[in-house]
């Protein structure tokens, strides 16, 4: 049993240009056995979060503990080699000199009590078989494929058997095809040995795909954390609603039941913060609003003009204009759809969520569709 607690975190570099803070009051819990991303933006944050708990960075306000023990904080710092943790960073580091074998027992030779030689056989094998590179012991590390040296890492990382496994962005070297094939290996390696283990991405996908529980990081602090579903369906603002999946935002005065925009009242939910008269944003996810040819007589719907209808396979992406408003959409794939033409939305209650607008808006969308089918 291993829960991680990381408590009011602080980490702050001095540059030449001043003071950055890159962790300001961080707080989560990482329970037994399972998965916990750091997920946000470049500079954020997150590798300086993970060094913290590697022991590789010293906070200098907060507290780090492991199960009973302190790693960091309360007058104590735990070096990094007394720390029972496997690491697999960013340039993930196979050493190009060592064979397969060597790369992996090499933190068992350098651990404050080195192993037999046998059984440094057996554990070295043990990691192998685990992430399934066994019969490779004596190859050289740099004749290994991408996806060979990234499981080499893994297996390095988890030779000595951790408590905890420490990932940053593992994966980001890999090609698009081999990065969804290791994800899965990877979740699936995760979930079999029960290893309580923190990741740190920019990819939300990978995020969402990977992890029991995700914490979204800006500007060096945690904005929200939850299951990723929770996360998606409630996001607490515009930031995490566009870092957390796609979608799509609608300004608006909050009324009775709804929000006043698209010449009418969008029907939603409201989160708690929001009364009468406050100013809101509708988020609403584009795969959740849907295109008709003809009214279907449904609560939200909206009549618009098609500007773009875009074949993706399962379905057609779409822009509609609701009264000069440009809304994300999808249509039937089969939908006989002809740009120009007299269109219905349906927002479904259900899945628009009006939160507090304060201000943050996203990158303007940008129209990536001009080889639309119609
Ligand atoms: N050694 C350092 N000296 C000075 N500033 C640093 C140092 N390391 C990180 N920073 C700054 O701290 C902030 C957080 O950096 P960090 O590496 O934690 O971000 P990140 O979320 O991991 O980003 P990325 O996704 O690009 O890896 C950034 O503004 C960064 O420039
Ligand atoms: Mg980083």
């Not at 009264?323 to 999808?330: C, F, H, I, N, Y």
């Amino acid at each position: 049993m291993t829960t991680l607690r990381v408590e009011s975190l602080r980490k702050t570099f001095t540059a030449q240009r001043g003071a950055v803070r890159a962790v300001e009051d961080v707080s989560f819990t990482v329970e037994d056995a399972r998965f916990f991303t750091l997920l946000g933006p470049s500079g954020c944050g997150k590798t300086t979060t993970l060094r913290c708990i590697a022991g590789l960075e010293r906070p200098e306000a907060g507290t780090i503990r492991l199960d009973d023990d302190v790693l960091s904080g309360d007058g104590r710092f735990v070096p990094t080699h007394a720390r029972d943790i496997g690491m697999v960073f960013q340039s993930y580091a196979i050493w190009p000199h060592m064979t397969v074998f060597e790369n992996v027992a090499f933190p068992l030779r350098v651990s404050e009590h080195p192993p037999s030689r046998a059984e440094t056989r057996r554990l070295v094998a043990e990691a192998l078989v685990l992430v399934g590179l066994e019969g490779l012991e004596e190859r050289p590390a740099p004749q290994l494929s991408g996806g060979q040296q990234q499981r080499l890492a893994l297996a390095r990382a988890l030779v000595r058997k951790p408590k905890l496994l420490l990932l940053d962005e593992p994966l980001s070297n890999l090609d698009a095809k081999l990065r969804q094939r290791m994800r899965i290996e990877l979740r699936e390696l995760q979930r079999r040995l029960g290893i309580t283990t923190v990741y740190v991405t920019h990819d939300q996908g990978e995020a969402l795909f990977l992890s029991h529980r995700v914490a979204v990081m800006q500007n060096g602090r945690i904005v929200q954390e939850g299951r990723p579903r929770d996360l998606y369906a409630s996001p607490a603002s515009a930031f995490v609603a566009d870092f957390v999946g796609d979608a799509t935002f609608l300004p608006g005065e909050v009324v009775e039941g709804g929000v006043r925009a698209l010449g009418g009242i969008v029907r939603c939910a409201l989160s708690e913060a929001l009364t009468p008269g406050a100013k809101a944003l509708l988020v609403m996810r584009p795969e959740r609003v849907l295109v008709r040819s003809a009214p279907a007589g449904l609560v939200n719907e909206f009549a618009g003009t098609l500007r773009v209808a875009a074949f993706l396979g399962d379905h057609l992406d779409c822009i509609v204009d609701v009264v000069g408003t440009e809304l994300r959409a999808r249509a039937h794939p089969t939908a006989e759809l002809r740009r120009e033409q007299r269109v219905w939305v349906e927002l479904p209650p259900e899945h628009c969520l009006a939160i507090p607008d304060d201000g943050w808006r996203p990158r303007a969308l940008a129209r990536t569709f001009d080889d639309d089918e119609t």
